[in-house]
């Protein structure tokens, strides 16, 4: 029989995973839950100190010889801090000391009930790393977070320079309920590092389908050769956004319209077995959902950090190091021949999806659609930078065909649109290029004083598209549902750039159709000194029609044309 | 003309050496030094932005297109929080931005004066490290630690996953007080890590004085094979501790024996052009001292952290890895010839020392000296773990021979005496190899609940050698001049270990004379279960014959004998 709180069983199952194998227990009630697991578990070997200051002492011991993560259960209370002085020694000397504390839950710390006092970070300067479980797993999110966390912690004991790491267990009455359940198999996060000159990848031959998502960087040239060379791979699709800064016939660079035109059956053909991700953020929301729901993946994070980034939910194995280094490794190692159609599915979807785009463009409706339609046309091909604002601005710019000639920047960090201009105008001021900034109204008014710069530099060529708004807010389905959208959601103004660029004598056009633009970034691309186009388009109509050309990609695709 | 403050003028040169090149200035007062200092360095070309906010995500815009570190500077007071946007910004995107404030001195913080709040720490959680430097550099050490912090915050900056860091400037009025000084070379620390297969190693063929230093360490044999290789080289001499855990003839093994012995001729002929230090502390506190007062020679340190740690204050390069590879490519670029006699220089004088070391022990008094000569003969050449407690014992056991069957450990980490008991005993309920531990008085009966274990291993050995007494700081010479000593430094006492034994039933004898230590230490071998030698030795007379004993081996080695 064994404890019936699933996040402790999950603890003793993913302690045993990432190599526990002494457990050495100080006698209490409020850890009995954990007690009675690790004694439950065939790998673990327990045993049992009253004295937590020595028995800190005694697992230091057990780890410095046998190199292994080595952990220590007290129950709550004043119980923990008789580990610190065994727990900074491990910090100072690099031993992985796992430090488990049972708590009582939240709600009732510093109630006047026994034993309870601040736990949680309590050793927190002379650890690695300190988590907190959740103390009720309610749902999926909870049990995710709940492994997470406990990953989190073991994966700091054990890599880089070892160090004693704190997992602070708040846990309810009853205690001692049991249940015949077996361990289950929490997700067990590995982790790689570059300490050898070749990376040694594991399995690569099992996997028919690969799903390298790139996102944000700016590594250059030579993550786009290695990357056009893995596309040459029948079983590799390779998903790229305006961010990416990478380029080929053979990536899929339009997620957000790839996902809408996917059929239930696409659901299932397109989910990849194995999902490698390199570089930062990814704008598309729709890639976290549509990942969040495909069953059975893994997922190899590759790059310089060794933090558990989580975003899809399904991460297996942290790689350390150089991208670059890591995927010329997995290249020699994939196997020469694979039958795999993954790959053909896609570019086959994909041209499709070029069709369908090319028709609905041609037939647009004056809006921020067709705006930014004929602004990615006018500047396909030219060498410059492209700075993008948040956040329709570039959700918007993702739809339209971009060139290896451009490289895009994007606040997509935090995502704010507190800086956007001045970003573009820092870039440009340590660049010769013409660097074009293309922004949504209230990014480019929040950030009113960009222009206030004895420097501002020559050669920034600045579009606003003016929906009096925030128009983003439309297009998403919680907000347009409230009374409140337009007030405090949209931000509806009627306020424009012209006052700005005249307190700091910027030159200054406005466009209010297809022509108008067009002749609008003729006109900017002479300007010799900083200057704005600012582009008015139709409020309520804008998100209609972004609406629509979803609709009408998807069905394009499936024959209702 | 430049500001007259150092430490500002040590911060602008040290941004140059890391590589900044573009630094945004929002005026103010407090931060004038500062501003004054970036525009008189040639090097650097400076922008003025009033706005805080749009001046934090102009930098930004600049590192991203620049990828190196940019500086922001402002005055005192909330300015600092108008760059938080940029600064999470750049957190989240990894963009090196150097945030650098002007503050007043700590002093004044919160006493009613304009533009005063609790800058240091402010931005800790959206930074990858915060430092506030010393106001005002009274002595060599505050300049070490002022550049140190600096150079500290500019690594962060730039290395592994790169990011923003804050430096933070207290200020003492006169601001605008000007000197004719040129810009100093304050200490430039400098930074690898094997991002390539093969290390890069500058220039080694310059030194012809190289001294590996061997820390704290369980590398094993992989080490001690590196190590006999470069210990072949007539320009590397190798000196390492009983916690070095290596041994070949060619080591200086007698840290403190070898400097105890040195004449002024030798301070200059042992004084290395390039200290290599891996693994964790040292034990000896002449080393650091020696090592501080030598001037000029460069310190790389080697091994898995990123953090500066310059116990020598000479620390020039981190290298941040695996030491065996580092210590292979080290060895494949030094030059094949060498005319050095750095090493033979070296091995002369651990002869004349052994020689010395021999003749004084055997003529030795029965005290704390002759028991550990005593214990060391005994254990020679026997395959055990030897685990060791602070600090008296360390201190006696580096003094003596030791072979490379036996493994050393010591909480060095902190140099605690709280756990030693404990952690030994820990180690033997891992192992079936004998694990002998040795340990003065104070630390034993301090931790009296290590043998509280139902489980105490049959396979531990415990050596007590009780001087009634921390006789360790008999030996120092500060607390041998206080009243205080008795009581409160030295906690003379007359307890022993037989009580502690006869609660948890464990085995126990005592010895008073150097043939009841040796039918001791026999009695010890035979014994199946965890049994404990107490040895009593004469408190008052240990620390005269330590101190004779290293005035013998100096006026040996000069031919006095």
């Known amino acids: 029989m064994n404890t019936n709180k699933s996040g402790v ?7 045993v995973a990432h190599g526990v194998r002494q ?32 028995a800190g002492f005694v697992a230091l011991g057990m ?47 510093n109630q006047g ?68 359940e077996p361990f289950e198999n929490p997700k067990h996060i590995k982790y790689s590092s570059v300490a050898k000159a070749q990376w040694s990848i594991p399995e690569v031959e099992r996997f028919q389908k690969t799903l390298i998502l790139v996102g944000q960087n ?23 956004e305006a961010t990416s800064n990478v380029a080929h016939p053979n990536f899929i660079d339009g997620i957000d319209k790839l996902l809408a035109s996917f059929s239930i059956n696409d659901t299932l053909l397109f989910a990849p077995e194995l999902l490698i991700t390199i570089g930062d953020a990814i704008v598309s929301k729709r890639i976290k959902s549509y990942l969040q729901q495909v069953n059975n993946f893994e997922h190899w994070q590759i790059g310089q950090s060794p933090e558990v980034v989580d975003t899809y939910k399904h991460l297996t194995h942290i790689f350390e190091g150089n991208e670059i280094e890591w995927l010329l490794s997995f290249k020699n190692q994939l196997p020469k021949n694979s039958n795999s159609t993954y790959q053909s599915i896609g570019l086959t979807q994909k041209q499709q999806l070029e069709k369908a785009h090319n028709t609905y463009c041609e037939a647009a409706d004056y809006s921020d659609f067709s705006v930014y339609d004929a602004i990615c046309k006018a500047l396909l091909n030219n060498d410059i930078d492209i700075h993008v604002a948040n956040s329709a601005a570039i959700r918007y710019m993702q739809l339209f065909e971009r060139s290896a000639s451009q490289t895009y920047y994007c606040n997509r960090g935090t995502s704010g649109i507190d800086g956007s201009t001045s970003t ?33 530099p020559k050669n920034l ?101």
């Open 424 to 456: 573009a105008v820092g870039a440009a001021m340590v660049t010769e290029k013409p660097v074009w900034f293309l922004t949504g109204d209230i990014s480019f008014l929040y950030d009113s004083n960009a222009f206030w710069n004895e420097k501002l």
């Open 461 to 561: 060529k600045v579009v606003i598209v003016n929906n009096h708004g925030g128009g983003i807010f439309r297009l998403i389905d919680g907000p347009n549902k409230t009374k409140v959208l337009d007030q405090y959601l949209e931000t509806h103004h009627q306020l424009d750039a012209a006052n700005i660029c005249a307190q700091h004598k910027v030159a200054y056009q406005i466009a209010q159709n297809i022509e108008e633009v067009n002749n609008g970034i003729a006109w900017l691309q002479e300007q010799e000194s900083t200057a704005v186009l600012e582009i008015f388009t139709p409020r309520l109509l804008n998100s209609d029609i972004l609406k629509d050309y979803f609709k009408y990609i998807k069905n394009y695709t499936y024959g209702n044309n």
């Open 9 to 15: 069983r999950a603890l003793v199952s993913l302690c």
């Open 113 to 180: 009930l026994g034993q309870s006092i601040e736990q949680h970070n309590l050793l927190s300067s002379i650890v690695k790393k300190s988590v907190s479980l959740p103390n009720i797993i309610v749902d999926n999110n909870q049990q995710w977070y709940c492994e997470r966390l406990i990953n989190e912690a073991l994966l700091a004991a054990k890599t880089g320079k070892t160090g004693p790491v704190h997992i602070n267990v708040p846990l309810s009455e009853p205690l001692y309920e049991l249940t015949s």
């Open 23 to 54: 457990v050495i227990i100080s006698p209490g009630s409020r850890n009995a839950p954990i007690t009675i697991a690790f004694e439950n578990h065939p790998e673990i070997k327990t045993y049992s100190i009253v004295d937590e200051r020595s």
């Open 63 to 109: 780890a410095l010889k046998t190199k292994e993560p080595t952990a220590v259960v007290c129950t709550s209370g004043s119980a923990l801090l008789n580990y610190a002085p065994a727990v900074v020694e491990a910090f100072y000397q690099h031993i992985p000391l796992v430090v488990i504390s049972a708590d009582r839950p939240n709600e009732f710390i």
């Open 218 to 240: 700016q590594i250059g040239q030579e993550l786009n050769d290695i990357l056009s060379e893995l596309s040459k791979q029948s079983n590799i699709q390779i998903w790229t």
